[in-house]
């Protein structure tokens, strides 16, 4: 059986489902946001897909993530459910969170995953605490935190690192440099050009990976994972990469220059493309049954929007539910 990188035919079609998934996912939302249809603000990663799938691809189901207010992708990428997940950004009673969370706070404990964040950076500790918990009990599992570039100028992060430094922690920090930080240029707001350099001061391996390259992004995570699994962690990685849409859907995005965001869009930086590229390349797909795939996710995700609308709204007095835990008073 022919393979790509050590990954089987199975998993590399898992994969660029998955990239599939998050991408068609995102533009969908992005259309139903623009005709009001959803409420809040959305973050879409479109552009990002390689990223969130290359980590994910080297860790398993019962392992520990923390995201962002942009964490769609990891959400995907770690398997929760479309429906439920399109529901809950809809605000109805059958999403993930019941409606309670929306985009921002999408969650999942039956994933590992302790919850998107729309505080920058905190995620960082949530991974940590995870790492901390799973070292002490023993139980063999990792973290990964996902977080931007931004965040890698917040305390939590630099507090994490060095925490998780000292006591050797299974976490995986994995910064998905998309050079900007709402409007501002990476340029701007840091010295070093790597993010990757971060980890040196703190005593952490650390690897920069094209982030739009799913197989380079595996290979850092698979090797960052077991050396994690080996209690020699953390690791840092870079995935350097490109948001597709502005900080948010609506952000008209004029402070990137002419022509950036088309030449991320374009065969040679896109990550679905170059990675059909590699699959076609390498023989193990023909582009018919990439089309038949990414055609099968387009039914999903049609289903997915479906399954939000047809769903109950959730009632405004919820939000007060789940606030106190029960008996703590
Ligand atoms: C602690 C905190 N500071 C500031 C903000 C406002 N804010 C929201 S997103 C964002 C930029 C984050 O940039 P980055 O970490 O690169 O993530 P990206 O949006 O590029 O995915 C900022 C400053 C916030 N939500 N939380
Ligand atoms: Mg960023």
Same mark, same amino acid.
């Given at each position: 059986m022919k393979d790509l990188n050590g990954l089987s035919k199975e998993k590399l079609e898992e994969m660029y489902v998955k990239m599939e998934q998050i991408r068609q996912f995102e533009l969908k939302a992005a259309e139903l946001y623009q005709a009001g249809e959803l409420p809040g603000f959305l973050h879409p990663c479109a552009g990002q897909e390689a990223a969130a799938v290359g980590v994910m691809t080297a860790i398993d189901q019962d392992d520990y993530i923390s995201t962002t207010h942009r964490g769609h992708g990891h959400v995907i990428a770690k398997g929760t459910d479309l429906n439920r997940m399109m529901a809950e950004l809809f605000a109805k009673k059958d999403g993930c969170c019941r409606g309670n969370g929306g985009s921002m706070h999408i969650m999942d404990r039956s994933r590992g995953i302790l919850g998107a964040n729309g505080i920058v950076g905190a995620g960082t500790t949530l991974a940590t605490g995870a790492a901390l918990a799973a070292k002490i009990s023993g139980n063999g599992r990792i973290a990964v935190s996902f977080f931007g570039d931004g965040a890698q100028n917040e305390g939590f992060f630099h507090e994490s690192m060095n925490i998780a430094s000292i006591w050797n922690l299974p976490v995986i920090f994995a910064c998905e440099n998309n050079q900007y930080a709402e409007s501002t240029s990476q340029k701007y707001h840091m010295?070093?050009?790597?993010? #990757?350099?971060?980890g040196e001061g703190y005593g952490v391996k650390s690897f920069t990976a094209d982030g739009n390259d799913v197989l380079d992004v595996y290979e850092k995570a698979r090797q960052a994972a077991e050396i994690c699994r080996k209690g020699e962690g953390p690791v840092l990685i870079e995935s350097k990469t490109y948001r597709w849409f502005g900080h948010y859907v609506g952000d008209p995005g004029i402070y990137r220059p002419e022509g950036e965001a088309e030449m991320w869009k374009g065969p040679e930086k896109e990550p679905i493309a170059r990675f059909r590229a590699q699959l076609a390349g390498k023989g193990l797909f023909t582009e018919e049954e990439l089309d038949q795939l990414r055609d099968q996710v387009a039914r999903q995700i049609e289903e997915a929007v479906a399954f939000g609308k047809a769903s109950e709204p959730q009632v405004p007095?919820? #939000?007060?539910?789940?606030?106190y835990e029960e008996g703590l008073l």
């Open positions: 010295r070093p050009d790597d993010i #990757a350099q971060r007095e919820f #939000a007060l539910e789940n606030v």
